[in-house]
């Protein structure tokens, strides 16, 4: 938990831009949505190639992985009533390409849309909030007790000495 | 913008999610296995090694053991090794087709090292478990038995034509409203006898006498049209009835033919023995298959297996379906090849199967297996092979051959019923087509060399003395209709034998039950035909009636018209005759 909470604060800190962090939110929140796959390892790609925050995503991947435990179920039982489209239905039967990203499954068929739709605001969101805690608060919670408790920390110290 | 070492952290990322899945997905998917296969069986589950090979992509599972809840000290199911084969680009594109399934050392019922933990308590459902005992009886049945084992046509036709009489009284009363009165029918005819008896003075006189007559004859023709429509609904009453009476009389033939046939009356034989010995239990035997089907069922995808029954569609339980897509390049589960060795009986079975899947439409051709087991030291050899296939309807065709079974002691009937079949050996070969619910299946079994023993009553001990003298016991069995509920029908050449050989009491019974049993479905027959004669009788008289009043009808139409007008005529023809004289 000190870890975790060490570990964000350490990115918000960090010099990276507030956009590399915005896009690792929006990335990680597609990437835990899906069902590991194909489509996982894309965008696992595209997060390599691009100067995308990697510990941001990978939090963010985790915790969202999580959350499918709970919403999943009902995003494939939503995904199922309104993917019956037979020109859709079509398309896909046609395009072996699509198969193969697994979009004829109902859980990725459903993940991928809603991550998506949240792609653009969550990443606007993610680098608009990091540039807000800059401004902010990132002098005023450096001076907090706790902060530097954790800071002090020797597992804080053997996590910074290592990234 | 661009990671310089993006694709080298891209493909440690991935050279260590292969490296996970290769050293750590066989321990999970062993954990995953034991527990869904616990939770099935209510008992502990052992897997020696899981291991997933990448290239080619295959599973190996190697020394699986279900423990039998009923019987811990004993496996269940177990097998040696077990390895499929998946092909690579169906299951990226996410369906599970596998090439070659093979399973060696299967075992059902083998003996553990040390005895299972249960989990479960015993689960097993009694009205399942067939009691052979209860099931056979070896008494001649007696009339009362043997009407209420047939459906008497001749009562369901008995009580329509008891509805077809109620309602035709009821119908016979109303008709005598729609006949014309009597009065008005005699006021019309002193009308017609006054016109026509009356002096015709000259031409006025003619033509009014004429229009007064034609009302009349008017009011008459609608009298007459009443009584015509009367006269075709009696016929029709009357046609109604015959045809419904002739019913009841074919159907009580009918019934009498096929409880002839259920007591081998016709042949002067014993009641057949071999359907009583074994027909309840063979229909218990193919209902069985009931199970089968309730176990495939929920495999069977739903496009395939509509049918006129109650589907309920089911709720999804399961994340992650697969879109019913128009076509689908592979069904969602295959496997194209299995071969399973089982150990059986202290010898071993080779279970050949191929195009396993429930969506046959997709790969156009049906499951097919065969098995095939030789030199076992109770059975000299056995083969099996058949089809099945889900498409419109779940079809099931099976093809069987078997030789030299030896039998252990077995026991028909109890109590005084008792005979003991002490040994013998069976053939059999035979085909079962099943649709579906609805199964026709055909059998010939054939006991060789019978030894039986009977305690109890001296008819058993005939028997069982006869048995012992045939050198093979032949039985043709056949069952049609709902898996669940099959009509057995079992022959022998051997109860015309039976029947022969046993003298005396039995055939005075046989007689006794046959006189019976005629005497019963006349009774029955009666009963249903009630008082139709009467109800016959009185649409006849009510016809004759019509009839009268009908020609009375007539009578005035023609006749009296007739003398009205020759009369005129005649008047006519003198008055102008004596004007010529006169001229």
Redesign the interface.
Known sequence: MLTLLAKILKVLNSEDSPWQIGWAVGFGVLAGLL?FG?LT?VI??IV????IN?STFLLVWGVCGGLMLIF??P???MT?QY??N?AF??L???T?SL??L?F??????GAFLLGLFLLLPLTWLGAFLVIQYRRRFMTQMRKWKVVQMLKASKLVQIYEKLS | MIRKSGLLVFLALLAAVFALVYLFAGFALRLGMVYTLEKAAGAEVNIEKVGVSLAPLALNIRGLQITDKDQPTHNSVSFAKAQAALELWPALLGYYVVQDLSLEGLEFGSERRRPGKVYRGENADAEEQIDLSDVLRLDIPNADELLARVDLQSKEKGEALRKLMAQQKEQLSGLKNKLPEKEKLDTIQAQIKALTESKIENAADLATKAEQLKTLQDSLRQEREKVRQVKEELSQMRTGLEQSVANVRAAGEADWRRLQELANIRDGGLAPLSEILLGDFWGKKISQLETFYRLIKPYIPAEGGKGAEEEVEEKPVLPNRILPLPRQPYPDFLVRNAQLQWLVAGGEASVRLQNITAQHAIINAPTTFSVDVEKLPRLATFSLNGDFAVREKMTTNVQWKMQGLVFDEFALGSGDNRLQLAQGLLASDGSLNLVDRLVDQQATLLLQKPEFRAAGNRYMGQLAELLNRQAEIPLQIKAAGQLSEPDVSVRSSLDKVIGDALLGEAREKLAAVETRLRQQLDATLKEQLGDESALLASLNRQGTEVDDVDGQIENMLNAKLQDVTSGAKDRLKDALLKRGKDD
């Open positions: 069902p194909l390892l696992l790609l390599c190639f691009f100067t990697l999943g179920e995003l494939e039982a199922w993917a019956q037979p239905l079509e896909l039967a046609s072996e198969q193969l697994h004829h499954h109902t859980l990725v068929l």
